[in-house]
């Protein structure tokens, strides 16, 4: 089926909702970026410190946190747990370049 085969009022919706999509998206990515600025501080503290680029027990923390949250906004524990071992991950990887140079 084409987009021009659709009824109109479900093509409206549909854009409609993809534009929320587009906008959510967006928002999502600029989120990440404050938040990799916010960790690429906290790197650069480590590293003028010499304290470990990973912290396991604060990354326990923040899962179980997020996990809690993700609860309570119907979103899939799972899924939001994965993302931030995905964030967590490339964090350290930063830390570790940062600690490096």
Known sequence: MTNSEIDPSVQAELTRLRDSIDNIDAAVVHMLAERFKCTQQVGRLK???RLPPADPAREAE???RLRSLA???KLDPAFAEKLLNFIIAEVIRHHE???RS
């Open 47 to 49: 590293a003028e410190h």
């Open 71 to 73: 609860e309570s906004a």
């Open 62 to 64: 923040q899962i179980a």
């Open 97 to 99: 370049t940062i600690a």
